[in-house]
């Protein structure tokens, strides 16, 4: 990084940091970081590149070799390593929820080890659930094994958020999980990290993860920073080859026809909950210029349908909810529709089209605009073969 870091409270700071084994290699070299409060940084890279090994020395399960590691404005070296992790939320691939405790039990298990009161503890569970689409009532005495593994992590991610930390740690959190599922909780994810504004540092190996979900991206390579910069930075302005090797300049360009619409999922321009007034709605759609809202159950993610300008202006004259101005006619499915049908259903009608898995939950938008990346991702790849043939 160019200039002077500087320590802020809730942020992650790296000055100089090495960490070198005793076998002599370098793991991580010279690392020069700042991931600022409320941020969600992902770290990717090639195996061996340090991206692991980085987020562990933030809560000292590896101990750096050289250098300065700040949590908060706090020197981690001068800081109780039991307690540091206390006040540091910890989410990995395999969840690990503990088989005899409840899903309560489960998720309140840093609330109880710091003394909170009983009544506090429960309140916070249910909370959680509650924001998680997860009924307390249903789901607090469950058993582990009695969950699905997207539920299991769900509760692994509510766990890391009991104590309610600034900072939370990801390693690979979703990449075990089914493809749909997977792409779920990192929309999950994104919409939680709106409302909590945590400071996550998040590892993964798949830059379409990270470009997903991540304020920033920075892309590890034997140790140090090859380049760090917004989703839009890193896909727009590649560093050097490596880089542009590494996100896959022409990863677009190869897709098919066939391919399923998950490929170019996006997130909507916006939500609306089916117990809003029309009104209310009518008014954020004016003001944002646009012509529909997907409308879906914060709780459950069911996807209730899509609301057009058209008729939510007349549910709102009627003094009705969203619910009235919805259309469910328009959607297609995960696991089923291709790209072939998606653009077919785009130009008979361009507005985004609504994505669901099998169950009706909410994944994300096809618009006409990621179509037509991908048809000139298409257009330059052939230009560069018939430039080289």
Do not use: C
């Given at each position: 990084m160019n200039g002077e870091i500087t320590a802020e409270k809730g942020s992650v700071l790296f000055k100089k940091v090495t960490k070198t084994y005793s076998d002599g290699t370098r793991a991580v070299d010279r690392l020069d970081l700042e991931i600022r409060r409320g941020e969600l940084v992902s770290l990717i890279g090639p195996s061996g590149c340090g991206k692991t090994t980085?987020?562990?020395?933030?809560?000292?399960?590896?101990?750096?070799?050289?250098?300065?590691?700040?949590?908060?404005?706090?020197?981690?070296?001068?800081?109780?390593?039991v307690k540091l992790r206390r006040r540091?939320?910890?989410?990995?691939?395999?969840?690990?929820?503990?088989?005899?405790?409840?899903?309560?039990?489960?998720?309140?298990?840093v609330p109880n080890l710091l003394g909170w009161p009983a009544k506090k503890t429960r309140a916070?569970?249910?909370?959680?659930?509650?924001?998680?689409?997860?009924?307390?009532?249903?789901?607090?005495?469950?058993?582990?094994?009695?969950?699905?593994?997207?539920?299991?992590?769900?509760?692994?991610v509510l766990r890391a958020l009991a104590s309610d930390p600034q900072v939370i740690l990801m390693d690979e959190p979703f990449g075990a999980l089914d493809p749909i599922s997977r792409e779920t909780l990192q929309n999950e994810l994104v919409s939680l990290q709106k409302d909590l504004k945590k400071t996550i540092v998040f590892v993964t190996h798949d830059m379409g993860e990270a470009l997903r979900i991540s304020d920033r991206i920075v892309i590890l390579r034997k140790g140090r920073v090859e380049q760090e910069g917004t989703p839009e930075e890193i896909?727009?302005?590649?560093?050097?080859?490596?880089?542009r090797s590494f996100i896959g300049e022409d990863r677009l360009s190869r897709m098919s026809p066939d391919d399923p619409v998950e490929s170019i999922i996006e997130d909507p321009w916006g939500k609306a909950a089916p117990w809003e007034s029309a009104a209310e709605v009518l008014e954020r759609?004016?003001?944002?210029d646009r012509e529909f809202i997907q409308?879906?159950?914060?709780?459950?993610?069911?996807?209730?349908?899509?609301?057009?300008?058209?008729r939510v202006r007349r549910a709102a004259s009627a003094g009705e909810t969203v619910l009235k101005g919805v259309n469910r006619d328009r959607k297609l499915y995960a696991g089923e529709a291709t790209l072939r049908d998606a653009a077919e259903m785009l130009s008979d009608r361009d507005i985004s089209i609504p994505v669901l898995d099998g169950d009706?939950?909410?994944?994300?938008?096809?618009?006409?605009?990621?179509?037509?990346?991908?048809?000139?991702?298409?257009?330059r790849s052939g230009t560069k073969e018939a430039q080289t043939a």
């Open positions: 980085t987020l562990k020395m933030i809560n000292r399960l590896e101990e750096p070799t050289e250098g300065t590691i700040t949590v908060d404005g706090m020197d981690i070296l001068s800081t109780d390593p540091i939320g910890y989410v990995v691939q395999e969840i690990a929820l503990f088989p005899h405790l409840t899903v309560a039990e489960n998720i309140g298990v916070r569970v249910n909370e959680l659930l509650s924001m998680a689409g997860l009924s307390p009532e249903k789901y607090r005495f469950r058993l582990p094994d009695q969950l699905s593994g997207g539920q299991k992590q769900r509760i692994g896909q727009n302005s590649p560093k050097n080859d490596f880089v759609m004016e003001e944002n409308v879906i159950d914060p709780k459950s993610g069911q996807w209730l349908g899509m609301a057009l300008l058209g009706g939950h909410f994944i994300g938008v096809i618009t006409s605009t990621a179509l037509a990346r991908l048809a000139v991702e298409r257009l």
